[in-house]
């Protein structure tokens, strides 16, 4: 039963019953049958145009382009060549698939606005050369007498142009679900991390352009058996915006929302037009109505009646999980002792960022079979290495080679092909995608079937099991069927090496793969990488230094831009130059003893949570949330990743609304304030990543946030001596621990009475640790703090009070004091040994 009502409701299916009862309904509101076959045709017009923007994330204005060429090729070759109204069809579709091929590699050089441009440009060439070619196209007047020596009558050509539209249909649907179409989703959401899995980007784009035009093609010509005439007007860049409408009135995240909004428009534009001549004012304001109220269209106005949690342009369904689910973890590898073939050699590397240098004559050689960590303090250039391994960056000089072979000047893809993979310092997903797909994509890449166009992606032999089993290793599959968005952060770091193993590599980069993660987690991640280090080499980037000295065959060390020292993890550890340059020999004490901070407790309460729930769509993470931050007071807020702790800054700040309880600051309710007011009323962030504007300088970052009453820029230089020497230096040209500094100074910039710190000491160097806590500890005498770190024991030495989240609860709410002496409370609530 449940199969059945599934293929009733299958797009298609209803598609199908709509485009059959439309010329039985529609004159019993005064229009006539014909224009049921003209919402057909558009359905699939803008249906093919949305291949473009919903699947694959280009905007074109080219569409029409396609459409109106198609509709004069097939009127031409009825007239001049065949005689034949099918073969005339063939021809309009055929012409189309050319003209997208030939623009697409044109066009599709360049991106954003760029490529948008360049669409409605070629629209209005086109448009051009049908008017003013009239011996061919008939000018102005158009191509006339165009008959249909089959199918005369209008319903007749009605079910027949059905009958094609969803035979089109089909085969977007199919190419939806197919390899092929899989990788275009991923592609709209990240196309740098779809070349980091051996994806050639480039040709995944072309190939969608041209089926898009091809489809679209096929509605031109369709449409020009319709009306038996053929107009310049279809190739106006004034019709250049009609299948973005219709997208956009009937949902561009759902497979069926061109459908909708094709017969929207064209009913109402008929209906309308018959009424005023001024229709497109009303047409105007409906579509201004759908785009304030529902973005998502039709489609999300159904959505949300029917209770669905996120929109999808494929089934919703994931393979089903299999019943025992192995685990990387639980086989022992294939274990191979450290070898002296070199896997990677990298000699006379470099690379400068204007007066910057980040890479300067290193030479590195990795061996097979071991696990080479890269470490060195934020800025030394270990990001950028690692960008110039994968072909995201190119080098000035020196040479690459892999495996014997130099891929020095090889393509990214290539280089994934050959048996590189990575993961990325900052969270590189698919946002749009469910947690199963990404990976499964991923998996994909290493099929012979990846670029297939007709086969189910779901039945690839043996890349659904490979994608289960690497979410069992890292702890996901719970979360198979959950969009990346809704991950917390450590979950994410858990995907990406997920992702980065999907490939089946050679060598490994792993750039910070532990950063945000607890200590449990750290410690399984730790002995999954060891394992892998005996059947794949590994390069490492970490900063947890100790794990690096346990876990490492062999350490390279940069120090601004240059390789300072390699060796065994025992000779590192001792040579003079580390230790002054990485591991900062800086000893970190609490500012005051416990004693004299206990006066914060005889303080009025500053921030208080109540009883607030909270969560994403339908998924509930906060339970009855009870928080107290007091004036001039340090609070911890603790918990394994994934419990609650960004979720519950992002409620604070009005960045999530609560479903229950309420949020009160300095005596004020601020449970339904937006992030703005929420701020003006003295609450400041400082996000996980840092988040600064990486175009601006450090300067401009500063100024954008400054006003009366917050720090001037003067007090921000002193707080952090280095952003003064840093202060013209564009936010993309920082290290870690700078971007982490400049997002501090931002924060102080406005007035503000409690700052909120999510992960400040995240992916930085021991010594750079120093240095923001030892500004957190001043910082506490001037407002209050509350403090979200997975470095246990340096949050507690800093703190006043803390609280641990456990599965989205308060677990724990007292001194951190005691806490921090009861060690095994702590590794019963946080999984810290």
């Not at 400068?352 to 990795?366: E, P």
């Not at 858990?494 to 750290?522: K, M, S």
């Not at 060390?557 to 060796?567: F, K, M, N, P, S």
């Not at 400054?706 to 993309?732: C, M, N, T, V």
């Amino acid at each position: 039963m449940k199969s059945v009502r599934k293929w009733l409701l299958h797009p298609i299916v209803v598609a199908g019953v709509l485009f059959a009862v439309l010329p039985f309904i529609l004159p019993r509101i005064g229009s006539t049958a014909s224009l049921a076959t003209e919402i057909a045709i558009y359905a699939l017009y803008a249906l093919g145009f949305n291949l473009l923007l919903g699947y694959t994330g280009l905007v074109s204005f080219g569409a029409s382009a396609f459409f109106g060429a198609a509709s004069y090729a097939a009127g031409i070759a009825m007239i001049h060549l065949f005689d034949n109204m099918y073969l005339s069809i063939v021809f309009g579709t055929v012409t189309a698939a050319i003209l997208g091929l030939v623009i697409g590699l044109l066009i599709l050089r360049r991106r954003g606005i760029y490529f948008s441009l360049l669409t409605l440009a070629f629209t209005q060439l086109f448009y051009e050369i049908a008017f003013k070619w009239t011996d061919l196209t008939g000018g102005e007047n158009g191509l006339q007498g165009i008959s249909r020596s089959s199918l005369t009558s209008p319903l007749a050509y009605h079910y027949f142009v059905v009958g094609v539209v969803l035979c089109g249909m089909y085969a977007v649907w199919r190419i939806a679900h197919s390899p092929f179409g899989r990788v275009l989703q991923a592609l709209r959401d990240n196309e740098q991390r779809v070349r980091c899995l051996g994806y050639d980007t480039k040709r995944y784009k072309l190939g969608a352009f041209i089926v898009s035009a091809t489809i679209i093609g096929l509605g031109g010509s369709l449409l020009t058996f319709l009306i038996q005439s053929v107009y310049a007007d279809n190739l106006s860049w004034q019709h250049a915006g009609d299948p973005v409408m219709m997208t956009i009135l009937g949902g561009i995240h759902h497979f069926l929302g061109p459908t909708w909004g094709a017969a929207i428009f064209i009913v109402l534009s008929d209906q309308l037009s018959s009424v005023t001549e001024h229709w497109w004012l009303f047409f105007g304001a409906i579509l201004i109505a759908f785009i304030l109220l529902s973005p998502e269209g039709v489609s999300g106005i159904w959505f949300r009646l029917t209770g669905r949690r996120h929109w999808t342009l494929t089934a919703e369904d994931i393979p089903p999980r299999p019943r025992e689910l192995g685990s990387l973890l639980d086989v022992e590898s294939v274990s191979s002792a450290p070898g002296d073939d070199l896997v990677l050699e990298v000699r006379g590397l470099s690379k400068r960022f204007g007066s910057l240098v980040v890479a300067d004559k290193v030479d590195v050689r990795v061996r097979a079979n071991t696990l080479h960590s890269l470490i060195g303090p934020n800025g030394a250039g270990k990001t950028t290495f690692f960008n110039i391994l994968t072909g995201l960056m190119p080098s000035e000089s020196g040479t690459l080679t892999f495996r014997g072979r130099d891929i020095t000047n090889m393509p990214a893809h290539k280089r994934i092909d050959a048996g590189l993979a990575r993961s990325f310092q900052i969270v590189s997903v698919f946002t749009n995608l469910t947690v199963f797909e990404t990976v499964r994509v991923a998996a994909q890449a290493r099929s012979p079937y990846r670029g297939s166009l007709w086969r189910n992606a779901y039945r690839l032999p043996g890349v659904c099991e490979k994608a289960w089993t690497l979410l069992a290793t890292v702890g996901l599959a719970e979360r198979a069927n959950e969009l990346c968005a809704n991950l917390a952060h450590g979950e994410q770091r858990l995907l990406e090496i997920a992702v980065a193993l999907a490939t089946d590599p050679e060598l490994l980069l792993l750039d910070e793969p532990l950063a945000g993660l607890g200590d449990a987690e750290r410690e399984r991640i730790g002995i999954l990488i060891r394992k892998l280090s005996r059947s794949h080499t590994v390069l490492l980037i970490e900063h947890d230094i100790d794990r690096v000295l346990s876990l490492s065959d062999q350490i390279t060390v940069l120090h601004q831009g240059h390789v300072i020292a390699e060796g065994e993890p025992s000779a590192i550890a001792n040579d003079p130059k580390v230790l002054e340059a990485y591991l900062g020999r800086h000893g970190i004490r609490r500012s005051e003893p416990a004693s004299a901070r206990a006066v914060t407790a005889t303080r009025p309460p500053l921030l208080t949570l109540a009883g607030v729930d909270a969560g994403y769509n339908a998924s509930r993470i906060l339970h009855s949330i009870d928080l107290e931050v007091r004036q001039g007071e340090v609070v911890a807020l603790l918990g394994r990743n994934g419990v609650g702790k960004t979720t519950t800054l992002h409620t604070i700040m009005g960045l999530l609304k609560p479903t229950k309880g309420t949020i009160t600051f300095d005596g004020k309710n601020i449970t339904s304030l937006s992030p703005d007011r929420v701020n003006r009323h003295g609450i400041a962030v400082v996000p996980e990543g840092r988040r600064i504007f990486p175009n601006l300088t450090v300067t401009e970052n500063l100024a954008l946030a400054q006003r009366d009453g917050g720090w001037p820029l003067d007090e921000i230089y002193r707080l952090f001596p280095k952003l003064r020497s840093r202060q013209d230096a564009r936010g993309e040209n920082l290290s870690g621990g700078e971007r982490q500094m400049l997002a501090i100074g931002r924060a102080l910039c406005a007035p503000q009475k409690l700052i909120l710190l999510d992960e400040p000491f995240e992916g930085l160097a021991p010594s750079v640790v120093a240095e923001v806590w030892a500004a957190i500890g001043q910082l506490r005498e001037t407002t209050s703090i509350l403090l979200v770190e997975h470095k246990v024991d340096l949050v507690l030495d800093l703190a006043d009070s803390a609280y641990v989240m456990v599965n989205g609860e308060i677990v724990y709410a007292g001194p951190s004091h005691a806490l921090h002496a009861d060690t095994e409370l702590q590794a019963k609530l946080l999984g810290v040994g």
